[in-house]
């Protein structure tokens, strides 16, 4: 069984950082895919990185592409998140959330629905 700890959320101004990171038991993180989704109040979850942890691949939506970064270091067992230019509509609860790669890859489909494992949401604010 795999636990997730985000933590990092917190308040920024619009044009600030934050860095989030995804702290995971075991070490699975050496061979998943490992994701952020967030969620604002009344919408629904949405992807906002992704990381093979086997090769490092990553992917981002074009609402945060070349914004935010997603990184991860195995050693630790740990993915982080490093986002940069925010703006008030990153405005969400984080989740980092886990899946077993198929074939060494992260899923074709990336639905939130593939992953097994999830964290409790660490919140990020930014004001205008």
């Known amino acids: 069984h795999v636990k997730l700890a985000e933590s990092g959320g917190g308040s920024a101004q619009s044009g600030g950082s934050l860095r989030l990171s995804c702290a995971a038991s075991g070490d699975i993180v050496s061979r998943a895919c490992m994701a952020w989704f967030r969620q604002a109040t009344g919408k629904e979850r949405e992807r906002v990185a992704r990381?093979?942890?086997?090769?490092?691949?990553?992917e981002y939506p074009d609402s945060v592409k070349g914004r935010f970064t997603i990184s991860r270091d195995n050693a630790k067992n740990t993915v982080f998140l490093e986002m940069n230019n925010l703006k008030p509509e990153d405005t969400a609860m984080y989740h980092c959330a886990l899946h077993r790669l198929y074939n060494n890859a992260c899923s074709a489909s990336w639905s939130l629905y593939e992953y097994n494992f999830w964290g409790q949401g660490t919140q990020v604010t930014v004001s205008s």
């Open positions: 990381i093979n942890t086997r090769d490092a691949k990553t």
